[in-house]
């Protein structure tokens, strides 16, 4: 197994990062941090699958949705509102979890920072041109530069406080789905340069570890502002996805660390122990992915929390 690249991208990150990413480094090919998405105030996910295997993940996605400055309130439909009030108020939830020392990665469906209608995250729903974002001096980059500085001021304190955020903007950045990849690679990479550049020499955000999240090379922003590659997949099957994970690696010259973003059915924890496929961490989606077992039956998710391939919460050192 090659030596794993563990140290962080920004000089200046706190010891708790590297904490994390030197943990993650030995993890990797002899374990997998079971994860959770969540997405509303009460964890309907986390709580479940503490009721079916009594135990917790060690890793707990939040998500940010709802923070956006520029959701449109006047358009939008019901779908959306049920969306965004679900969502308010979940750093709540996020600083709880801090509290009991869990690992959390935030992701954020990012209303567009200008126009946009109901799910402006969805490039179908706005004409906001991301590659003018890029350019200063537009209304584009100022709208995107204001978002970024007011996401930067809520996880400021997170930083202060010396906790780690396993940090995953412009997901799927290879799709066009979202306004961020509906311009093609050379901006969704320029997007996550400018993001990196303002949040870590500007605002001196030295907690966060920075995860990209997208299988393609040709979008994939650089060694120098990337810790950690993965990416999003929705099987119907538990298997290990080895052969996803050596596409993914591929894409870095560096030996990143590997995980998987978002994932439908959760890996099979006996194929991941017999081939030691090297991702350090999973984290199934919310709602049905979850909570029903059209996708991850019960049983199959006790084995898995129950498995000793797989690290829950009481399984996780001390990091930060």
């Given at each position: 197994m090659?030596?794993l690249n563990?140290?962080?991208?920004?000089p200046?990150a706190l010891?708790?990062?590297?904490r994390v990413?030197a943990?993650?480094?030995?993890?990797?090919?002899?374990g997998?941090?079971?994860?959770?998405h969540?997405k509303?105030?009460?964890m309907e996910e986390f709580?479940?699958?503490?009721?079916?295997?009594?135990?917790q993940?060690a890793?707990?996605?939040?998500?940010?949705?709802?923070y956006?400055?520029?959701?449109?309130?006047?358009d939008t439909?019901e779908?959306?509102?049920?969306?965004?009030?679900?969502?308010?108020?979940?750093?709540?939830?996020?600083?709880?979890?801090a509290?009991?020392k869990?690992?959390?990665?935030?992701?954020?469906?990012w209303?567009s920072?200008?126009?946009?209608r109901s799910?402006?995250?969805?490039?179908?729903?706005?004409?906001?041109d991301?590659?003018?974002a890029l350019i200063?001096?537009?209304?584009?980059?100022?709208?995107?530069l204001?978002?970024?500085?007011?996401?930067?001021?809520?996880l400021?304190?997170?930083?202060?406080?010396g906790v780690?955020?396993l940090?995953?903007p412009f997901h799927?950045?290879?799709?066009n789905?979202?306004?961020?990849?509906?311009k093609?690679p050379?901006t969704?990479?320029g997007?996550?340069r400018?993001?990196y550049?303002?949040?870590?020499n500007?605002h001196?955000?030295?907690n966060?570890?920075?995860?990209?999240?997208?299988p393609t090379a040709?979008?994939?922003p650089?060694?120098?502002?990337?810790?950690?590659?993965?990416r999003?997949m929705y099987?119907r099957e538990?298997l290990?996805h080895t052969d996803?994970?050596?596409e993914?690696k591929?894409?870095t010259a560096a030996?990143?660390?590997a995980l998987?973003?978002?994932i439908?059915a959760i890996?099979s924890?006996?194929a991941?122990?017999e081939t030691?496929?090297?991702w350090?961490?999973?984290?199934?989606?919310c709602?049905v992915f979850?909570?029903t077992?059209?996708i991850n039956?019960?049983?199959?998710l006790r084995a898995?929390?129950?498995?000793p391939?797989?690290?829950?919460?009481?399984k996780?050192?001390?990091?930060y």
């Open positions: 090659a030596h563990t140290t962080p991208v920004n200046n010891p708790c990062v590297h990413l943990y993650l480094g030995e993890l990797s090919g002899k997998i941090l079971t994860g959770q969540t509303t105030r009460g709580h479940h699958i503490e009721k079916i295997t009594g135990k993940p890793l707990v996605g939040f998500e940010l949705l709802s956006s400055p520029n959701i449109n309130y006047l439909d779908a959306c509102m049920e969306e965004v009030a679900g969502n308010y108020g979940t750093l709540r939830q996020a600083w709880e979890w509290a009991q869990g690992l959390i990665t935030f992701c954020w469906h209303f920072p200008l126009g946009g799910k402006a995250f969805y490039a179908a729903n706005t004409d906001f991301a590659s003018k200063p001096g537009t209304k584009e980059h100022a709208a995107l204001s978002d970024m500085d007011v996401m930067a001021g809520l400021r304190p997170f930083c202060e406080a780690p955020i940090w995953r799927e950045g290879e799709g789905w979202f306004w961020w990849g509906a093609g050379e969704v990479k997007l996550w400018l993001m550049d303002r949040y870590t500007h001196h955000l030295n966060l570890i920075w995860v990209w999240n997208a040709e979008c994939y650089g060694d120098d502002t990337v810790d950690i590659v993965s999003d099987p538990h290990a996803k994970l050596e993914l591929r894409n030996d990143k660390i998987l973003g978002e439908g890996p924890m006996d991941l122990a030691k496929a090297e350090v961490s999973y984290m199934t989606w709602d979850c909570m077992e059209e039956d019960y049983a199959t898995t929390y129950q498995h391939w797989a690290i829950t919460k009481d996780l050192p001390t990091l």
